[in-house]
């Protein structure tokens, strides 16, 4: 089992940039994609991007493509969300979660990824 710990979300401005980090302890996160998704307000959780396990492969939602893109640093068991051209419409909260196979294409539905972190509000002003 990872645990994994969001952070970096915060109140921006439509137009603006944030950061986001999701540290995971324990020694397999090396050997699982990520991914990150969100969730607004009276709506069911989505995939925001995804990184395979060596993070020479990523996969994004169409709504994010061009505006956000997904890294990780395996030496700091670390994966990051840098989010750019912000719109008030990616307000949610943001989860990282650990998919559940080993290697593979990187997934994009929520039932494939476990160890879900208690994520990270993000709230973009108009």
């Known amino acids: 089992q990872v645990q994994l710990v969001e952070s970096g979300g915060g109140l921006v401005q439509a137009g603006g940039s944030l950061r986001l980090s999701c540290t995971a302890s324990?020694?397999?996160?090396?050997?699982?994609?990520m991914g990150w998704f969100r969730q607004a307000l009276g709506q069911e959780r989505a995939f925001v991007a995804g990184?395979?396990?060596?993070?020479?492969?990523?996969s994004y939602a169409d709504s994010v493509k061009g505006r956000f893109i997904i890294s990780r640093d395996n030496a700091k068991n670390t994966v990051y969300l840098q989010m750019n051209s912000l719109k008030p419409e990616d307000s949610a909260v943001y989860y990282c979660?650990?998919?559940?196979?080993?290697?593979?294409?990187?997934?994009?539905?929520?039932?494939?990824?476990?160890?879900w972190g208690q994520g990270t509000q993000v709230t973009v002003s108009s």
């Open positions: 979660a650990r998919d559940v196979i080993l290697g593979g294409p990187i997934r994009q539905r929520t039932t494939s990824y476990d160890d």
């Open positions: 324990g020694r397999t996160f090396t050997y699982y994609h």
């Open positions: 990184i395979s396990r060596s993070g020479s492969g990523t």
